[in-house]
């Protein structure tokens, strides 16, 4: 009874009517109307016995067809056969890849379309990255895919800095999907761009599930992504949070939550989701973290964040050692744009470029827009061009989108470039003079811009790099305070300038000037860093910075941070001026080859909590650590354990404590709680989390944190 009834359920989920009266004990019969198509079939279990069942099938058969049914006779093995045929078929599994291949195709001659005529073939190139905080060896696209088909729900987060290969990387867990369909869920990938409609999460999914399964209702998908056979891939997930530039990772959680809920009620049974932001605070903070630990026992998270490219996986040893001979700082083109610019131009121009390194990028855009008059046949030269993609950069950042239709950016380019439109027009020859509307549609088709997948006729700036770009020349252009309607515009800017020279470098810092009370603290620090070569501005007091990377900077030469934590960040080859930090707290950090100054850090308020280096200095630092007077010691135990423990719990909520929060108080240093947590796990009343940012306590000595708290009585 229970496997019939299992059947029954499984067809009436794809749409089908039972009929009763035409079943019997060794077949079922189920009907299913589509508009002009009635079909019926006739469903039995018990292959071993076919030929007479079919016999027997044929009167039922022959009634359903006097009434207008195409009908069909089926035998499977099982249940889980039935269930894998009404999926395969109500999916359109094989049709699905085919799409899904040439989406992945159509990726790859976009890419093409911006790199030099004589780059012909595509092919990803590896990016180094971290999952869970720890560099892998394994190719990202296998460790995520191989993940894929492991048992229970998870969740895979992708962070990388905009324009740093999310897209692609996207594109490439498709691709792999599909090459080896067999044993792999089929991916459903939708892309987020950032439109002009106040939107929500949910209603977005759901309209996007609608939209590419239109043979079933949206809850068999959700029951299908629930079983495992459905992977959600939800590219640019960054675009649907609006930043609000506060310090307070509340405010962006709170932004965030509905989204999260959306997806963590999916994420029961078997389900797989992966999304791709550009890295954000929100991800990092406390709420983040508690959310995830609500649902530890429903599914798991991971997280990978890309790093930059290596520059010796995109060019040749050859072509490496000619850039290294000349003045440029190398490290700086770590960009996948330039990068394939330069491992595709002819040799000579390469050795050209290497004659005036400065102006690679400009060099780079120069190239593809006298590309485009040839490949539109177009008479608008590199600058006129120039000027009406800022034109069009400048409206989406204005009006905070980074997405529109094809006949809205059309309007945008007749209504704000229309006198640019003119001057075009009046180089051609009067037979072959295009009308303004045409010049615009054109235009609409620039190599620049890209179809967008969100939405059919929607287009986009192809990349973060080119976006950037003509954000920055808007910038650049504005006589009065620049100033974007949201943050999210400014990273692409400062990352388009820096494989610049120094001097623009500094010039897009200054111009950025009026926005920066605007910008979040770690954003802040990380593209002064990134601008002017170092980290001096003093106001970072009383901030938390966060999930930032720094490199062969100065950090406070001149200048000084207050009262700061620094956590979940790292630091190459850069310089710390210690004498300019005052109650600063390093938590989660890793410093590689730094260098740190100091006329007397015994005595300084600097404290480091679950950080690494490659020189021992932090370990030499924490020698000297060591809290003054045992009763000190005591009031910092209890008030760390009673945090974890408040008075009035008869028992403790949560093994796992969030770290940070242990922060928030005038009565101890940061440094001297520090020095107490540690003491805490060396006695094994606390241990380390499975996340970092947690500390944890040990429950076999829950009864003395109660003697210590004063509770057993």
């Known amino acids: 009874m229970e496997i019939k009834e299992n059947i029954i359920n499984l067809f009436k989920q794809?749409?089908?009517?039972?009929?009763?009266?035409?079943?019997?004990?060794?077949?079922?019969?189920?009907?299913?109307?589509?508009?002009?198509?009635?079909?019926?079939?006739?469903?039995?279990?018990?292959?071993?016995?076919?030929?007479?069942?079919?016999?027997?099938?044929?009167?039922?058969?022959?009634?359903?067809?006097?009434?207008?049914?195409?009908?069909?006779?089926?035998?499977?093995?099982?249940?889980?056969?039935?269930?894998?045929?009404?999926?395969?078929?109500?999916?359109?599994?094989?049709?699905?890849?085919?799409?899904?291949?040439?989406?992945?195709?159509?990726?790859?001659?976009?890419?093409?379309?911006?790199?030099?005529?004589?780059?012909?073939?595509?092919?990803?190139?590896?990016v180094p990255y971290l999952k869970n905080n720890v560099a892998q060896d394994q190719s990202l696209i296998t460790d995520i895919c191989n993940s894929l088909n492991e048992e229970g729900s998870q969740l895979s987060i992708i962070e990388a800095p905009a324009g740093f290969g999310k897209t692609c990387t996207s594109y490439e867990i498709l691709n792999y999907l599909v090459k080896n369909q067999s044993k792999n869920p089929i991916p459903f990938?939708?892309?987020?761009?950032?439109?002009?409609?106040?939107?929500?999460?949910?209603?977005?999914?759901?309209?996007?599930?609608?939209?590419?399964?239109?043979?079933?209702?949206?809850?068999?998908?959700?029951?299908?992504?629930?079983?495992?056979?459905?992977?959600?891939?939800?590219?640019?997930?960054?675009?649907?949070?609006h930043d609000n530039s506060s310090n307070d990772d509340s405010d962006g959680f709170e932004n965030a939550e509905p989204m999260l809920e959306t997806i963590s009620e999916l994420l029961t049974q078997n389900a797989k989701i992966i999304l791709t932001s550009r890295r954000s605070a929100i991800f990092d903070g406390e709420l983040f973290n508690e959310w995830i630990e609500r649902y530890r026992d429903q599914f798991?998270?991971?997280?990978?964040?890309?790093?930059?490219?290596?520059?010796?996986?995109?060019?040749?040893?050859?072509?490496?050692?000619?850039?290294?001979?000349?003045?440029?700082?190398?490290?700086?083109?770590?960009?996948?744009?330039?990068?394939?610019?330069?491992?595709?131009?002819?040799?000579e121009y390469f050795i050209e470029l290497c004659k005036n390194p400065s102006l690679i990028v400009a060099q780079y855009f120069e190239s593809m827009l006298d590309?485009?008059?040839?490949?539109?046949?177009?008479?608008?030269?590199?600058?006129?061009?120039?000027k009406l993609l800022m034109i069009v950069a400048s409206d989406m950042c204005e009006h905070n989108y980074t997405s529109n239709s094809k006949e809205k950016i059309i309007n945008v380019i007749k209504e704000k470039a229309g006198y640019l439109l003119n001057e075009v027009r009046s180089l051609y020859p009067p037979v072959?003079?295009?009308?303004?509307?045409?010049?615009?549609?054109?235009?609409?088709?620039?190599?620049f811009f890209d179809r967008s997948n969100q939405e059919e006729n929607n287009i986009q700036f192809v990349n973060e790099f080119v976006f950037g770009n003509y954000i920055a020349d808007s910038i650049f252009s504005c006589n009065n305070d620049w100033m974007a309607s949201d943050e999210r515009f400014i990273e692409p800017a400062v990352l388009s300038y820096i494989p610049r020279d120094k001097n623009s470098r500094l010039n897009l810092w200054e111009k950025l000037s009026p926005m920066n009370e605007f910008l979040d603290s770690s954003i802040r620090m990380k593209f002064e860093g990134l601008l002017t070569g170092k980290v001096s501005n003093s106001s970072y007091d009383n901030s938390e910075i966060t999930s930032i990377s720094l490199s062969g900077l100065e950090l406070f030469i001149s200048g000084n941070?207050?009262?700061?934590?620094?956590?979940?960040?790292?630091?190459?080859?850069?310089?710390?001026?210690?004498?300019?930090?005052?109650?600063?707290?390093?938590?989660?950090?890793?410093?590689?080859?730094?260098?740190?100054?100091?006329?007397?850090?015994?005595d300084s308020e600097i404290a480091f909590y679950n950080c690494n280096d490659d020189n021992e200095f932090i370990s030499n630092t924490e020698k000297s650590d060591v809290i003054d007077g045992e009763e000190t010691r005591l009031s910092i135990d209890r008030y760390i354990l009673s945090k974890i423990w408040p008075a009035g719990q008869n028992s403790i909520k949560s093994l796992h404590y969030f770290t940070a929060n242990l922060f928030k108080t005038d009565a101890f240093s940061r440094k001297e709680i520090i020095k107490a947590i540690k003491l805490l796990k060396k006695n094994n009343y606390l241990e380390d989390a499975n996340d970092v940012n947690f500390i944890a306590v040990n429950k076999h000595r829950i009864p003395d944190i109660k003697s210590i708290l004063g509770r057993d009585k």
């Open 561 to 602: 941070i207050t009262r700061s934590v620094i956590k979940d960040s790292t630091f190459t080859k850069c310089v710390f001026h210690f004498n300019q930090f005052k109650d600063i707290t390093f938590l989660n950090c890793t410093f590689w080859d730094c260098t740190f100054t100091s006329d007397n850090l015994a």
């Open 432 to 447: 072959d003079k295009p009308t303004l509307d045409k010049l615009a549609t054109t235009l609409s088709n620039h190599a």
């Open 14 to 126: 794809y749409g089908f009517e039972y009929r009763k009266q035409a079943s019997n004990s060794d077949y079922l019969a189920f009907t299913f109307k589509s508009g002009f198509f009635h079909n019926a079939e006739l469903v039995s279990l018990k292959i071993n016995d076919k030929d007479r069942i079919e016999k027997e099938m044929e009167r039922t058969a022959q009634e359903f067809e006097n009434l207008g049914f195409s009908t069909k006779k089926s035998f499977y093995k099982s249940v889980d056969e039935v269930d894998k045929t009404l999926f395969k078929g109500f999916f359109n599994v094989d049709d699905w890849n085919k799409k899904t291949k040439h989406e992945y195709k159509d990726h790859c001659e976009r890419i093409l379309n911006i790199l030099p005529k004589e780059a012909n073939t595509y092919s990803y190139i590896n």
């Open 300 to 347: 798991s998270v991971n997280r990978y964040r890309l790093d930059e490219p290596k520059i010796n996986d995109w060019i040749s040893a050859s072509r490496l050692s000619k850039l290294n001979n000349t003045n440029i700082e190398v490290k700086n083109l770590a960009n996948p744009v330039l990068l394939g610019f330069l491992r595709f131009v002819s040799e």
């Open 189 to 241: 990938f939708t892309e987020f761009s950032r439109d002009r409609q106040a939107r929500v999460f949910s209603h977005i999914f759901i309209r996007e599930v609608d939209k590419s399964f239109s043979a079933v209702n949206s809850e068999v998908v959700i029951n299908e992504v629930k079983k495992g056979r459905i992977v959600i891939i939800l590219d640019g997930f960054d675009e649907l949070l």
């Open 371 to 386: 590309r485009e008059m040839d490949r539109q046949d177009l008479r608008m030269n590199a600058a006129q061009q120039s």
